[in-house]
Every structure is written in C-alpha cells, then in structure tokens.
C-alpha cells in the first residue's frame, strides 16, 4: 500500500526573484537607483547600491546606457571616478558601440572625458559602430574645453567615420566656429589615414610584374634515388635480354 508524501516544491523560474548574498536587495531596485545616483554626482548613493547589489554595476537603462555611461555624458565627475575602478563597468558598449569615453565625448563632458582619459582604461581612438572616434564626438558636441583634452592627449585627427570624415569636417559640416576648427586642423605633415576619394574614382593599380617561368629543376634528394634505382633496373633488365638471346 503506498502511502502518500507531502512534497513541496520549489517555485518555478518565472517567480523567483533574483537576490544577491549579504544584502537581499535585488537588482531592479538598485540598477535604477544607480543610474539616478550616477546622473546627480551623488558618489556615498552610488557606492551604497553597489556594496547592497555589486551586479547593479552592469545594470542598463531604457537606452542601453550602463551606470558609467550615465555618469559620463552628466559629466559626474566623482562618480566616473568611483565606478571606473570597477572592472566590470569598463568594456560595457552601448547599442551602437560606445564606451563611457564616447559617451562622454558626445555630451561635450569635460570632466568625465579627463577622468576617463586619465584612468588608461579605455583606447584614445576606438571606433563605435559608425567608425566614430570620441574625437568626432566631441567635435560633434561643439565642446571646445572637451576637444582639447582629446587633442591634449594624442587623439589622432587624421581618423575618418563611416561618411569618410574627419572630426574637422564634423564640426565644419555642423556649421561651429572658427576656434574649434583650429583645433580640428589636420597639420600638411599629417596623412589622412583614409581617403575621401570613392573607390571608382580613385586610379587603377599597376599590372604585376612579369616573372620568368621557371624551369624544371633537377631532382634532388629522395627523388634523385628513384631515378637512379630506375636506371639500375633498365640496365640490368637489358642486359639480361642480351644474354638470353645468345
């Protein structure tokens, strides 16, 4: 006769929430938290979430935008300096390839660009997806303060995006003064790393050279003692036909 067993069962996936150890506070408490503590430059808020939620670190906004992205293009100063000493934060990209340094460069953040700069962590040229370096963002936010820490610290100008322009024709074709455009000026020693040119207009390579066709080496090696044991065989075969025909 079976007898029968209370079993309780633990709750499926779909109502779990997720907690972490030594807080019990979850995610979608402190992401949000985060990224409103990022956007004020309110450091203490933004260190609490992290130590009550270490993952809220990769948390992202309806925009994509991870806290580090949010505290660069605020310009928050002292909360890109806290959040950068986490690993994690640093190779976070948003939906079209931007790292906290584009992000900053495209809001015109001088502060956050130096910061982000200072901290090494991130390539001073790294294209997006559309090829843009944070020189071209920055050239695009019109921020002078911001273009010339950039320039400052070796950023090349010669760099083009995917429409074939450099940062001084992204501040040109945006119509911004003559100061930032200095700034931008590619110098007549420096060579653009892309041309302008299309692909149908640019001119036909040379025909290769002609080679000499190269004749038939002798054998050598392993191949040379083939031939040699063929010869042997041939002779050997002919002279015993000549002794049978005596």
Known sequence: MLHKTNVTLPPTPSTRIMQFVGGGFTLKKNGPELVAACKADDVEAAKGCLERCPYAIHFKDAEGLAPLHVAAAHDSKKCVVALVDHAPAVPARTPCGDTA??????????QASAMLIASHDFAL??????????LHLAASSGSIETVKYFI????????RDHMKRTPYNVAEDLGFDEELLALLAVDDDEEPVTSRVEPSAAPAPPPPPERAVPTKPPPAGAAANVVRDRR???????ALEEALAL
Request: charged share 25%; glycine share 8%.
């Open 125 to 134: 040229d790294a294209p997006n997806t559309w090829d843009e370096t944070p």
């Open 101 to 110: 340094l584009h992000t900053a460069a495209r809001s015109g953040a001088p």
């Open 152 to 159: 400052g610290a070796g950023a090349d100008k010669t760099l």
């Open 232 to 238: 042997n065989i041939d002779a050997a075969k002919k």
